[in-house]
């Protein structure tokens, strides 16, 4: 018997070792180009500081980290884009998204956004400029944040059942705080868009910016995925909002067909 329960004692340890080391890359993918100190990276994940110091160092000799001495900051390491380069085809998502994301950016003017849910987190995958001349250059493709900290995470939050929006909720909370949130903010945010049928912020990412979202559903019915317009305070009256909703909800419904039609 107890030779059984130690031949299981070491599966069990390495996938948490595996676990552990995934969740400090998702956290250090936040950081882009610039990385983060090892606090920030300790906080978000709730670990130890000698527990990440040494899966950091571990991730650093393999080469999927990258040390910044300069910085004293660590960030993901090229070797994980080299990595990616064995999947060359595109994202469903993506690869339905693009003449309705044209369509919708002549359509409202503003900045618009698409962005993907990955795991406990949102993924900017694309982003369009629109003719209004002052446009809210609030994220990047590829910028990475915990769900429920951006308008896109609150939205695609708002699309789930109660149970599993509370889930990532409270997987989530202890990085809320270096976005100046928390989670009684997030759950309220979340009822709101639920209320609306989109999620409105009145103040954005940037000073002086409102945003709109809706959510996108995947096969399953779950939203992977959502649509942002941002754009400055004074273009986003309420007359207007409901115009750019309704602008966005039939942009979500029409990605939503085209990836029915292209079959999982």
């Given at each position: 018997?107890?030779?059984?329960?130690?031949?299981?004692?070491?599966p069990?340890?390495g996938a948490?070792?595996?676990?552990?080391?995934?969740?400090?890359?998702?956290?250090?993918?936040?950081?882009r180009?610039?990385?983060?100190p090892?606090?920030?990276?300790?906080?978000?994940?709730?670990?130890?500081?000698?527990?990440?110091h040494?899966?950091?160092?571990?991730?650093?000799?393999?080469?999927?980290?990258?040390?910044h001495?300069?910085?004293?900051?660590?960030?993901?390491?090229?070797?994980?884009?080299?990595?990616?380069?064995?999947?060359?085809?595109r994202?469903?998502?993506?690869?339905v998204?693009?003449?309705?994301?044209?369509?919708?950016?002549?359509?409202?003017?503003d900045?618009?956004?698409l962005?993907?849910?990955?795991?406990?987190?949102?993924?900017?995958?694309?982003r369009r400029?629109?003719s209004?001349?002052?446009?809210?250059?609030?994220?990047?493709v590829?910028?990475r944040?915990?769900?429920?900290?951006?308008?896109?995470?609150?939205?695609?939050?708002?699309?789930?059942?109660?149970?599993?929006?509370?889930?990532?909720?409270?997987?989530?909370?202890?990085?809320?705080?270096?976005y100046?949130t928390?989670?009684?903010?997030?759950?309220?945010?979340?009822?709101?868009?639920?209320?609306?049928?989109?999620?409105?912020?009145?103040?954005?990412?940037?000073?002086?910016?409102k945003?709109?979202?809706?959510w996108?559903?995947?096969?399953?019915?779950?939203p992977?995925?959502a649509?942002?317009v941002?754009?400055?305070?004074?273009?986003?009256?309420?007359?207007?909002?409901t115009e750019?909703?309704e602008?966005?909800l039939?942009?979500?419904?029409?990605?939503e067909?085209?990836m029915?039609?292209a079959?999982?």
């Amino acid at each position: 018997m107890g030779d059984m329960d130690m031949s299981g004692a070491a599966p069990r340890q390495g996938a948490q070792a595996i676990r552990r080391a995934l969740a400090v890359l998702r956290i250090l993918a936040a950081g882009r180009e610039i990385g983060l100190p090892l606090a920030e990276v300790v906080q978000a994940t709730g670990l130890t500081r000698p527990t990440v110091h040494r899966i950091v160092h571990a991730l650093v000799e393999e080469g999927v980290v990258e040390w910044h001495e300069k910085t004293r900051r660590y960030a993901i390491g090229r070797q994980v884009g080299e990595l990616a380069l064995a999947r060359t085809s595109r994202s469903p998502l993506l690869a339905v998204a693009g003449d309705i994301l044209a369509q919708t950016s002549r359509r409202v003017g503003d900045m618009l956004f698409l962005t993907l849910r990955t795991g406990s987190d949102t993924l900017c995958v694309d982003r369009r400029i629109g003719s209004y001349p002052i446009q809210v250059l609030s994220i990047e493709v590829g910028a990475r944040r915990p769900l429920g900290v951006s308008s896109a995470g609150v939205a695609i939050l708002a699309g789930m059942t109660g149970h599993e929006a509370r889930k990532i909720v409270a997987t989530n909370q202890t990085r809320f705080e270096a976005y100046r949130t928390d989670t009684a903010t997030v759950l309220a945010q979340i009822a709101a868009a639920r209320r609306r049928g989109y999620n409105f912020r009145e103040a954005g990412l940037v000073q002086g910016t409102k945003s709109i979202s809706t959510w996108i559903k995947a096969f399953d019915g779950r939203p992977t995925a959502a649509l942002t317009v941002s754009a400055v305070r004074a273009r986003l009256t309420p007359r207007r909002e409901t115009e750019l909703a309704e602008i966005l909800l039939d942009a979500a419904r029409a990605i939503e067909r085209k990836m029915q039609a292209a079959g999982p």
